[in-house]
């Protein structure tokens, strides 16, 4: 059973920095595509970004784009999403995915098989 953890959420300033990983268990990333949702209070889960693992090709949603960064360790079965210049906007629950694919970084949450816990980020002004 596959399972993905999420750590290193928390709470930051406006303009601050956090990094979170997610590792995974009983299975691995290297054949598939990573995505990163995060999910605000009364609003729909939202893609913010997503590795290919095979070629490390990234996509981001418009909003994060330049300010967002993921990255993947090979030998330690771990996708990382680096967040500088944080935003109030930005606070959530952050969740890191699985899909089966390991072709198309989908934005699509539904195209997503296996899902972490989510942690918390909450920026403040």
């Known amino acids: 059973q596959v399972q993905l953890v999420e750590s290193g959420g928390g709470l930051v300033q406006t303009g601050g920095s956090l990094r979170l990983s997610c590792a995974a268990s009983g299975g691995t990333f290297s054949r598939y595509v990573m995505g990163w949702f995060r999910q605000a209070p009364g609003k729909e889960r939202e893609f913010v970004g997503g590795?290919?693992?095979?070629?490390?090709?990234?996509r981001y949603a418009d909003s994060v784009k330049g300010r967002f960064t993921i990255s993947r360790d090979n030998a330690k079965n771990a996708v990382y999403l680096q967040m500088s210049s944080l935003k109030v906007e930005d606070t959530a629950v952050y969740y890191c995915?699985?899909?089966?694919?390991?072709?198309?970084?989908?934005?699509?949450?539904?195209?997503?098989?296996?899902w972490g816990q989510g942690t918390q980020v909450t920026v403040s002004s």
């Open positions: 995915a699985r899909r089966t694919s390991a072709v198309v970084v989908s934005t699509d949450p539904t195209d997503y098989n296996y």
């Open positions: 590795i290919r693992w095979t070629d490390g090709f990234t």
